[in-house]
């Protein structure tokens, strides 16, 4: 064991540590960029999509046996063949073949914890917000989105993990990003790549935490947040 | 004034809620819907601001059909206050308050001063004001939703059993507090309850639903207490209606002596060959010491020397006739002390003028 954490380490330092991987086309600030632009584009996509489906769901009531069911259908999706199959049917060339099958893995946690979010608020509240005057959208945009924000964030960060840490498949079918490193380094046996790519993934997964943490805070009112920590 | 004019509230599945409801809601006043689970008194408060809306007939508001004025707008100008208070969990009370006005678009500062007129009005601490509701105990929060419902300044108030979900003596003072904040406001109140002793105790007007959204009876509550309709409003107006039916006699038909008060200062000789039995003893400001009982006095010295025995008082002209019976309980004497406003003795209120008092009562009742 100690043998091998030492020379786990010593991979590390071999990658991190040489000048070469710090610059260049296949460089880590070029592979972290393009690993960000497929992850944040297929986030905004999936957000375009889930979020006011799921607010109009939570909110009317209506089709929320659709959105689970699909939901869950999209989760049961595995990710490397759907990227496969668009691959074959679409050919290489653009971004757009690994972005499909990140959005489709985004869409189910931000869709369905939106939903439950808004459905899951007292009813009472959503009595009293009708009962003061507010009219439909003012319900929605005032009361129930700022209730339902912790919810609503969940589903934006497990989906932020998730996609994050499956972009390495772009690798696979020959575009760039943190999953070059892995690949590439187990096709040549270069292991200090592999494993400098995967800890660079996990560090970024980390980071995305670390980042709704932050916007949690900021956002969240504090009589919603402390509200469930009292509780 | 709200009108329904037979107003019938139907559910697609053939459930009648109300049933060609037809009443009046005076100006001014607050009348209480009252009756057991089902008896459509929540569902008829909830047509009146379109929450719910009815199936057959008109409510009208001062004239004016609800039905041809859009929600939204019909609801900022009616107070709403429901059972959880429900308010707004990201919201500081403040801001909770201000609901209204702001929706109105009244600039910020002045929704803010209104907001904290109205936190002092029901009886919060300003320093609530920048807190969250979760913060706050239950009965604050109540408070807080009676503020919110009145922030702009409606002229109508619709309350849902607001004091049902707080225990027994925050409810109590928080109907006090409504009852001191009508007398001041003047609205037109439409509370709905379950309790009868609530109905009785707020209303001007209580009106009965029997279950089925019938009206039972709509009367004062010293006319329901005297004279129920019929079995059903008998039966749920429960026991001691007899009794509880004395707070809304006043004080004022009851004859006070006024020879059997004494200063304490007084020589115990000089009272000793009284025939009455019980002395009511005061200080040299009027107010009252107690009861002493003539032949148990000291041999000599004066009544301050005297141990009295309890007493109770009840305020001439603002109590009611059980508030005078009740005080003659607490005593030995079985008098009651009739005091003014700063406690000060105006007589005494004998077992024989209570009798009196009280046959007048059962008279006027015609039982």
Redesign the interface.
Known sequence: MVAGEGVGVNWLIDFFGDPANWSGPDGIPVRLLEHLQFSALSLLLAVLIALPLGLWIGHTGKGALFAVLSANAARALPTLGLLVLIVLLMGVGTDIPVLIPLVALAVPPILVNTYEGIRGVDP??R?????????GG?VLGR?LV??A?PLILLGLRIAAIQVVSTATVAAYVGLGGLGRFIIDGLATKDFPRTIGGAVLVALLALAVQLGFTFIQRLVV????S??QA?R | MITFDGVTKRYADGTVAVDHLSLEVPTGEITVFVGPSGCGKTTSLRMI?R?IDATEGRILLDGVDVKTID???????IG?V???????????IVDNVA??PH?LGWDRKKARDRAMELLERVGLDLKLADR???QLSGGQQQRVGVA?ALAADPPVLLMDEPFSAVDPIVRASLQEELLRLQAELNKTIVFVTHDIDEAVKLGDRVAVLRVGGHLAQLDAPSTLLARPADDFVREFLGRDRGIRRLSFVTDEGVRLRTDLTVPASAEISSVRDTAEPWLAVVDEENRPLGWVSVKDLPESGTLADARPAPYGTFVRGRDSLRAALDATLLSPSRSAIAVDDSGRVEGVATREALDEALDKVAGGAGA
Do not use: C, W
């Open positions: 009472e509240l009595d009293a917000a009708y009962g003061m005057g507010l009219r003012q009361v700022p209730v924000l009112s504090p009589g919603v402390e509200r009292v | 601001n929450m929600p939204p707008t019909l609801r900022r100008g709403y429901i059972q959880q208070a429900g308010l707004f969990p990201h919201r500081k609901t209204v929706l969250y509701p979760f919110r």
